[in-house]
């Protein structure tokens, strides 16, 4: 089955700060989501984007299907981005591990 | 209703008895899902549901788990002779169409439920 790896596993920034996540998979897809679960886990959907770029406030993502990869940009991060990000792709909608973020105060 | 509901939110059971976990998706919502998230972990592909397709359950861990879907709206995951290994947030999610037959972007968004957290004792 497809393969879908995501980096880095762990990141703690400041508030303030931007950071970058990745998500690369091994195989073509028509289909790619990025979710956000929060503390108390309850998973939030943040994009659709199966190819090309979106933006939503500070948040925004790339999918160069291509390549194979997806990229999520947080900008100006708060405390509340704390979690962990996860891409989810194919039909089986087959998750990655996650990349858990720390916003620091 | 507005969201997908699951049922119910928390369980604690004895190791070998039966478990039923319940899952009400978004009305009209064609797609249902279901995964597994051990503390700290991913989540778990168990069972895809399209439509009056037959269920995709090669996400299913051993044949002691069983999911099935009543006319093509609420659903129900099984789980026989529990085991301590069981132990989990059950995770129900549902769209409007599955991918890759949508056309619009919307119409493949994924909407979860709050889960299912199993502890079998």
């Known amino acids: 089955g497809i393969q879908v790896e995501q980096s880095p596993p762990d990141l703690i920034l400041q508030e303030g700060a931007n950071s970058t996540l990745r998500c690369n998979f091994s195989d073509s897809v028509n289909n790619l989501q990025w979710f956000h679960q929060n503390p108390w886990g309850q998973l939030i959907n943040l994009f659709y984007?199966?190819?090309g770029t979106k933006q939503n406030g500070r948040l925004s993502a790339t999918t160069v299907a291509t390549e194979r990869y997806s990229l999520l940009y947080i900008s100006s991060s708060q405390t509340t981005d704390s979690g962990v990000y996860f891409c989810?792709?194919?039909?089986?909608?087959?998750f990655g591990k996650g990349t858990r973020l720390h916003i620091l105060p | 209703g507005a969201g997908v509901s699951q049922s119910p939110s928390n369980k604690v059971t004895e190791k070998g008895k039966d478990v039923e976990l319940r899952c009400d998706p978004i009305s009209g919502h064609t797609a249902l899902y279901w995964y597994r998230q051990s503390l700290g972990q991913g989540l778990e592909f168990l069972i895809y549901?399209?439509?009056?397709?037959?269920?995709?359950k090669s996400g299913l861990p051993s044949d002691r788990f069983s999911a099935e879907r009543t006319g093509g709206s609420v659903s129900t995951l099984t789980i026989q002779r529990t085991q301590q290994e069981d132990s989990a947030v059950y995770l129900c999610?549902?769209?409007?169409?599955?991918?890759?037959?949508?056309?619009?972007?919307?119409?493949?968004?994924?909407?979860f439920g709050a889960g299912s957290r199993l502890t079998v004792l």
């Open positions: 989810a792709l194919d039909d089986k909608i087959i």
């Open positions: 984007i199966p190819s």
């Open positions: 549901f399209q439509g009056n397709s037959a269920p995709d």
């Open positions: 999610a549902s769209s409007l169409l599955p991918p890759p037959i949508s056309g619009t972007s919307g119409a493949n968004v994924l909407t």
